[in-house]
């Protein structure tokens, strides 16, 4: 055999039993959080319930775009801080352009095993996520600490700025 044919034979070997979107691509997808105030607590959990990241604004880090063979991963996102409203975000993946690669490059060993195993199919549809909080209702604190607690009050003792709130039962 020559060393032209052995060459042939080398490139026809890795087109059919590599997989393009795991060359090309990868199966793991940096994603940034930044947060309006920063310092929001950030937890992600993937669509099983499995928590798979907690910290604060901002942050980044890697998340798998795969689930299981032939199963795309999905994330829910929750930010959340003191005395704003909490927001809850979902983080989907989608199919990866890279994996019909597989049908010029790859072959079907790419297309119906190594891809969809290796979660390489797929990738997040963002990388960068902005939020921004809303303010929550104010809380009334007692005296003695920070803790948000019940007034009942007579109608009187209302301040005016609240008596255009206040509906007649």
Same mark, same amino acid.
């Given at each position: 055999?020559?060393?032209?044919?052995?060459?042939?034979? @080398? !490139?026809?070997?890795?087109?059919?039993?590599?997989?393009?979107?795991?060359?090309?691509?990868?199966?793991?997808?940096?994603?940034?959080?930044?947060?309006?105030?920063?310092?929001? *607590?950030? =937890?992600? &959990?993937?669509? %099983?319930?499995?928590?798979?990241?907690?910290?604060? &604004? /901002?942050?980044?880090?890697?998340? %798998?775009?795969?689930?299981?063979?032939?199963?795309?991963?999905? +994330? =829910?996102?929750?930010? *959340?801080?003191?005395?704003?409203?909490?927001? =809850?975000?979902?983080?989907?993946?989608?199919?990866?352009?890279?994996?019909?690669? *597989?049908?010029?490059?790859?072959?079907?060993?790419?297309?119906?095993?190594?891809? /969809?195993? &290796?979660? !390489?199919? +797929? %990738?997040?549809?963002?990388?960068?996520?902005?939020?921004?909080?809303? %303010?929550? $209702? !104010?809380? &009334? =604190?007692?005296?003695?600490?920070?803790?948000?607690?019940?007034?009942? @009050?007579?109608?009187?003792?209302? $301040?005016?700025?609240?008596?255009?709130?206040?509906?007649? @039962?």
């Amino acid at each position: 055999m020559n060393s032209s044919t052995k060459l042939l034979c @080398l !490139a026809i070997a890795i087109a059919t039993l590599s997989s393009c979107a795991s060359i090309v691509s990868k199966s793991n997808w940096p994603v940034t959080f930044h947060s309006n105030p920063v310092g929001a *607590n950030i =937890t992600i &959990t993937n669509k %099983k319930g499995i928590e798979v990241y907690s910290g604060k &604004t /901002p942050a980044t880090m890697k998340l %798998k775009s795969g689930s299981g063979f032939f199963g795309k991963e999905s +994330y =829910t996102v929750v930010l *959340n801080l003191d005395g704003y409203e909490a927001k =809850t975000l979902k983080l989907d993946c989608k199919l990866n352009g890279w994996y019909f690669g *597989n049908i010029l490059f790859g072959g079907l060993i790419g297309l119906l095993i190594v891809d /969809p195993a &290796t979660g !390489a199919m +797929y %990738k997040l549809d963002k990388d960068f996520i902005e939020e921004t909080l809303s %303010k929550g $209702p !104010a809380a &009334t =604190t007692q005296a003695t600490g920070n803790q948000p607690s019940l007034q009942i @009050l007579n109608k009187d003792e209302v $301040p005016a700025s609240w008596s255009s709130h206040m509906v007649k @039962l």
